[in-house]
């Protein structure tokens, strides 16, 4: 709805001053935050800034407009749920999150998103009570003159004077024993086998964003003992991967590993927990942590090749740690780990009462067949 308008400049008007800039335009949302990224030449740039003022202060739209939005949404969520993922990740957060607001997926709730349009008016208040300066962080990246840019965009923000909205989000209690969660695929797809415990949120005056980073490519990355058996030597599983984005409350630390076979999945399991339980008692091979650091952290740097990408990691990790600096923080901290850090992180987080185990079983192309 953000690109619907205002009084000042009505639908399509924006477009067109920010395509005859040759303006890229776009936003995402995470778990945490919404992103709205504008790239594009320094000459628009004044004009950019009142724009993006003026739908922040003045967004309209109407509810015919806001319903056709919506079942676009509706849309959206159907045609992710014909893949497996979306189940997954629906299955897994509705079982490891009891309270918390993560028990539903970026989304939302099927349930939600099918009454959504007839919920214009809860938009409108949405709108005003998280679009406001307190809730808000502005990234400028690029070629530009600092003085001039601040006085434009005091001039343009300045009269922004909605207040901010105070919600206290249920905080997840301990986990205090192993879950369990089965999905029945109804198609045939390779079956798929997940670990994910509990882990701390993403901070920057904490290592354990970076802590978890470095975890996940030490367990199951390229260079594991774990890759090696399961993907390149005995061929049990397709691909391993751990899904680490940063969150602002405490979240998972999913292990997902797709099968070969359904007939791997025991064997899969215990391999996993034998480098978690292996990586808790120690000892760190030292040399492989330096290296995934090293890779880490210039992978990350080599990927801020635009103006465009600094600002998006910048606004990212603002935006779950809570400080302009995060990004900074983070990438120090990827290099400043210890091998005993990451031994008491496993020993205090990668416990099995800390553990929500999910399995997908598909249905098999043929009765006795290989799914």
């Known amino acids: 709805m953000m690109f619907k ?38 000459a628009g740039l004044e004009k950019l800034i009142a724009l993006e003022a ?86 400028i990246v690029g070629d530009f003159n600092d003085a001039q840019v601040v006085s434009q965009v005091t001039k343009a923000y300045g009269g922004w004077q909605r207040q901010p909205t105070s919600v206290i989000i249920p905080t997840e209690p301990p986990q205090t024993k192993q879950r369990t969660v089965h999905v029945d695929w109804p198609q045939p797809t390779q079956p798929r086998h997940v670990l994910a415990w509990h882990t701390p949120a993403a901070r920057a005056d904490t290592p354990d964003a970076a802590i978890q980073s470095i975890l996940a490519e030490y367990l199951v990355g390229d260079t594991s003992p774990a890759y ?3 993907v390149l030597e005995k061929q049990y599983v397709e691909s391993l991967n751990v899904y680490t984005t940063p969150h602002r409350d405490p979240y998972l630390f999913p292990i997902d590993a797709t099968l070969q076979d359904e007939k791997f999945r025991a064997d899969v399991d215990a391999v996993l927990r034998r480098e978690v339980t292996a990586l808790s008692g120690g000892p760190v091979d030292a040399v492989r942590l330096k290296a995934i650091q090293d890779h880490l952290r210039y992978g990350l740097l080599m990927d801020l090749e635009t103006p465009r990408d600094v600002a998006i990691d910048l606004a990212l990790y603002a935006g779950v740690m809570g400080r302009p600096d995060a990004l900074a923080s983070y990438l120090k901290q990827l290099g400043s780990v210890t091998p005993q850090q990451l031994t008491l992180f496993a020993r205090k987080y990668l416990e099995d009462k800390n553990l929500t185990v999910l399995t997908l079983t598909p249905k098999a192309v043929a009765a006795g067949g290989t799914p």
């Open 54 to 139: 003026d739908r922040f202060q003045n967004l309209e739209y109407s509810e015919p407009a806001f319903q056709t939005e919506a079942l676009a949404v509706l849309g959206e969520y159907h045609k992710n749920a014909a893949g497996p993922d979306l189940k997954l990740e629906e299955s897994l957060v509705k079982t490891a999150f009891t309270r918390h607001t993560y028990q539903h997926t970026t989304l939302g709730f099927y349930e939600d998103i099918q009454a959504m349009p007839k919920a214009y008016a809860y938009s409108r208040s949405f709108f005003e009570r998280w679009y406001t300066p307190a809730n808000t962080t502005l990234f």
């Open 228 to 230: 090696k058996e399961l």
């Open 5 to 42: 308008g205002t009084k000042a400049n009505p639908e399509g008007q924006r477009e067109r001053i920010l395509g005859g800039f040759g303006f890229d335009d776009n936003a995402f949302t995470t778990d945490d935050i919404t992103v709205y990224q504008v790239y594009g030449p320094t």
